[in-house]
């Protein structure tokens, strides 16, 4: 490996820093009374405390997933905090009353609030230590019926909406990780748009951990009713700690007949140091249901950071002409892990849906697709097409690709394209010989080769995620 | 043009070279002056397109001894970048496939790299796509090569174009053509032809590595070169090159190991 390629891909993660704000943060391990404890904080109620319990009741019986191709120290789970809140003024009716701190941590992240916020017209709810500490705009969006809040808030305001749709894409027993988040989680953001309303803004949500031996759960739900459109942007960040910290989130989407929804993914944790050390394990189950007829779910995913990812944001294909779209970048540097994909399950008639994976592996770092695309008996006219490639840089990465196929229905279309390419010391001396650095080549190569998936992203997330995975493969070259 | 008074541009002295710790270039000699033609043959694997790479700077050879003078500069010393912002361009025997990256933007940053490099103007992508097309058609290419991604699925000729189609762009002082004309129907070879010859003014050199005699009836060197295991084992005129093509290299060989022997005997006595 050439020293230049090495030099690369190796940058710093600039978002490591600790954030010194006082937190609550509950004691370790896990209970019922943990979770009596957590449902109790947030004045809940009592249909979600059992839900919250029928969830540990079937988490104590399950095992965790021992397939994914990924490889760690077994978890210890009664370490882990699940429960850490920045203190802070019950209510807050302003963001005046937010924690200065806070907000200047969210300056440096580069987090859009306030003015900057408005100038980019993006709604933002910010989810601090799986607390949520900010959701702006939402005065705005109540105008036009759409509710924007966090999961907390949602719970005790609009407990009919949160009953009707929560666990009913991903049921509390769905798997392993899904399972704990159902048990424990402790905020997240809600977001409902009302027939025939077309979100006027993109909403952002801004997940942040920042206590050291926490885990952050939090949980999302996204409901799209007939005719409705939303863009729904998510990222998240860090700081570098040297011991692993789990993240088990679960984000369930609802598309009722007609309703469009597109979700983006920067996600950027830590991803541990240069040997491993460290990072975060985000084990996220994220899924969609396009229930009604002519609905859409679209995921578009930059997995960037993280010591291990695990992760299959899946669309499931009922309304008859529905359309489901996976759109992923996965980025994977020195010794991270990440074994992500999509499933497509197509029930409806005629529902089409569309893969398109990049895996772009550097250092060490092991980069899997695991993709499953199921046509039932009932879904005539299905038609699915997938593309995955992968690119290596260096010579000690590798990448892996798991398609599954499973075809119930004579009429179906489905297509798989699959390629591995290399960026080698052939490439970059072709590119030094016209005069252009190995930096700017990499860049160049990178930007070619994700094309297909940066151009989903809604703009100003599309320029973050060019400069992160020029920033992520900076002297990773090699 | 053999001009002795001209400038020297380049000066390769007791050169040696190995890939894998294997020894490929074994005290190679060559002085190119400004505006002269070199070519350089001699059978397969006896380091001619290594001293092209050598010279490019590629990473994957080890120089183990000898000096480049470039424009009175240590080109050895220098990162193959630099060495091409400083002039020296290699044309490759075999085209990279870059996928993904549209040519006209590889085009484009390579020669604003360049221009930015001379303290010149550069051009935005409008400008480019007028100056890109221009040197195209002094080529006969087609302008939908530069919406095709770089040199994917392009075949042998039109890789071969698109190599000298980037020397147009770049004007370098000293062109170095590995194996230009190899795979060349005999338009391509004319057209090949007609952009080196292009390129030919009384600053610049070039050094054409081939294995044929034919690219030189469009192209009249100055020196012709024979390598044989790594070294310069005779140098001649454009006629040498039609004397090869005829008797093959077998005998200059013969002549070289003669004349080794001579040597010794003489140093003996």
Known sequence: ?478 | MINPSSPVLIEVRGLCASINGIDILRELELTVRRGEVHTIMGPNGSGKSTLAKVLAGHTAYEVTAGTVQFEGQDLLAMAPEARALSGVFLGFQYPIEIPGVANSQFLRLSYNTLQAQRGQEELDPLEFDDFVREKMKLLEMSPDFLDRSVNEGFSGGEKKRNEILQMALLEPRLAILDETDSGLDIDALRIVSQGVNQLMKPDNAVILVTHYQRLLNYIVPDFVHVMEAGRIIKTGGKELAVELEKRGYDWVSAEHEAAGRAMTQEVST
């Open chain 1, 1 to 478: 490996m050439s020293t230049a390629l090495q030099q690369l891909v190796n940058k710093p993660y600039k978002h490591g820093f600790v954030t010194n704000i006082e937190s609550e943060v509950a004691p370790k391990g896990l209970s019922e009374d943990t979770i009596r404890m957590i449902s109790a904080k947030k004045n809940e109620p009592a249909w979600l405390l059992d839900f919250r319990l029928k969830a540990y009741q079937a988490w104590l019986l399950m095992t965790e997933p021992a397939w994914p191709n990924v490889h760690y120290p077994k978890i210890d789970f009664q370490a882990i905090s699940y429960y850490a809140a920045p203190k802070q003024k019950p209510k807050l009716s302003s963001m005046d009353e937010v924690d200065p701190e806070l907000l200047r941590t969210f300056e440096k992240l580069g987090v859009p609030l306030h003015e900057r916020m408005a100038l980019a017209g993006v709604a933002v709810d910010v989810i601090f230590d799986s607390v949520s500490v900010a959701t702006t705009y939402k005065a705005k969006l109540a105008e036009v019926g759409i509710v924007f809040c966090s999961m907390s808030e949602a719970v005790l305001e609009h407990p009919e909406l949160v009953k009707k749709y929560l666990g009913t894409v991903i049921p509390t027993g769905d798997n392993y990780y899904a399972a704990l988040n159902s048990a424990v989680f402790t905020d997240g953001s809600f977001c409902f748009i009302p027939k025939g309303v077309k979100c006027p803004m993109d909403l952002s949500t801004y997940f942040r951990i920042n206590t050291e031996e926490s885990g952050q759960f939090e949980r999302t739900l996204i409901v799209a009713e007939e005719g409705a459109t939303v863009s729904y942007l998510e990222g998240c960040t860090a700081p570098a700690f040297s011991s692993n910290q789990l993240h088990a989130a679960v984000v369930e989407l609802v598309a009722l007949d007609n309703a469009d929804i597109k979700y983006s993914t920067v996600q950027n944790w830590y991803a541990g140091d240069e040997n491993g050390v460290g990072g975060i394990y985000n084990f996220v189950t994220k899924r969609g249901l396009a229930k009604g007829v002519n609905s859409r779910i679209s995921w578009t995913q930059v997995e960037t950071g993280s010591a291990i990812t695990w992760k299959y944001p899946s669309v499931i294909l009922r309304g008859d002409n529905s359309v489901g779209e996976f759109y992923s970048v996965a980025v994977t540097n020195h010794h991270q892990q990440a074994d992500t994909g999509t499933k497509m399950i197509h029930l409806g008639k005629n529902t089409r849906s569309t893969i398109v994976s990049k895996g772009i592996s550097a250092g060490q770092s092991s980069n899997s697709y695991r993709g499953l695309v199921k046509v039932a008996p009932t879904a005539t006219g299905a038609r699915n097409y997938s593309q995955c490639d992968s690119m290596l840089i260096g010579d000690k990465s590798g990448a892996h690709t798991f398609p599954y196929i499973q075809v119930r229905n004579p009429t179906a279309q489905v297509e798989h394209e699959a390629s591995t390419s290399k960026i080698g010391e052939e490439q970059l001396f072709y590119f030094a010989q016209r005069g252009i650095s190995a930096e700017a080549a990499v860049s160049m190569i990178i930007n070619g080769f994700c094309k297909d998936v940066f151009q989903q992203l809604p703009m100003e997330f599309a320029v973050e995620a060019t400069q992160l995975l020029g920033f992520k493969l900076e002297g990773a070259v090699g």
